[in-house]
């Protein structure tokens, strides 16, 4: 087996009086499907995936996207069950994303979509105006979390937001009403802060929609390693555990117990 492999997104639609080809689709539609096809193949982290070719060919419009055939494999795999539930439920966030973007388009320009990979007898997914590959409401509940972390980045022209970087999900960006950071004094760069957020979150996986954040309360957050806090901690367990026991007769018991 080769170790490179693709998937082909097919389009079929029209512009106007024309059918839909090539020629006449336009670079922003491009740069959707570029950024679609990412998150379809590669969800989670990017900085490590394999490099991902493009190219575009007729038949009315069809891109080509290979890459690592390990990854093909797996999303053959997503796209036979897609097929077989017709819901994206069970997907992870990115990906669940990914094929909504791709409803959307169906759903707003009237395209008809065909996804498969180059494996043999491939499993494939249609995608058109009439299907609802949308994620059910149900399963994604308001929540509240904390977040403690550095911040930096704060601002924006219209929408403004807050970066902070967390040692559990990265940097995360928080929508942040423009009205707070004018009123703020403190310079908040560069400085940990724990941020009170609202969001969207899976009530069957915890998992977080990130991209739903929305910030609620600034938190005081000064992290402190304290060595002789930590050291009385210890000489405290020493003292009132270990200090009471005898070596030789607690190993005695032990091996006793074992023996019996």
Known sequence: MENIGYIEIKIVGAKGNL????????IREVISMLETAENLLYSGEKKDRPIISYQIEDGSVRHIFKTSIQYIIG??????????VQHIDFLDLGTAKAFENIQEIAV???Y???????????????????????????IW???????????????????????IVTEELGTLRIQTPISFLEKYDDNLLYKSYGIRVSGKQN?????????TLRFVELVDYQPKYDEQYLKGL?????????????????????????DA
Do not use: C, M
């Not at 839909?20 to 689709?25: D, I, K, R």
């Not at 929540?143 to 403004?160: L, R």
């Open 75 to 84: 999303f053959n795999a997503i796209l036979g069950q897609i097929s077989q």
């Open 234 to 258: 210890r000489d405290k367990a020493t003292e009132s555990w270990i200090g009471s026991i005898n070596s030789e007769n607690w190993l005695r018991e032990i091996r006793g117990g074992y």
């Open 19 to 26: 059918n839909l080809s090539p020629e006449n689709y336009d």
């Open 141 to 163: 509940a308001n929540a509240e979390f904390y977040f403690y972390g550095k911040v930096t980045n704060a601002g924006g022209k219209d929408k403004a937001n807050i970066h």
């Open 112 to 138: 008809d979509f065909s996804i498969k990979t180059s494996l043999d007898n491939s499993n494939e997914v249609k995608v058109d105006r009439t299907t609802k590959f949308f994620r059910s409401e149900v």
């Open 203 to 211: 009530s069957e996986t915890g998992e977080i929609d990130t991209s």
């Open 108 to 110: 707003n320009r009237n």
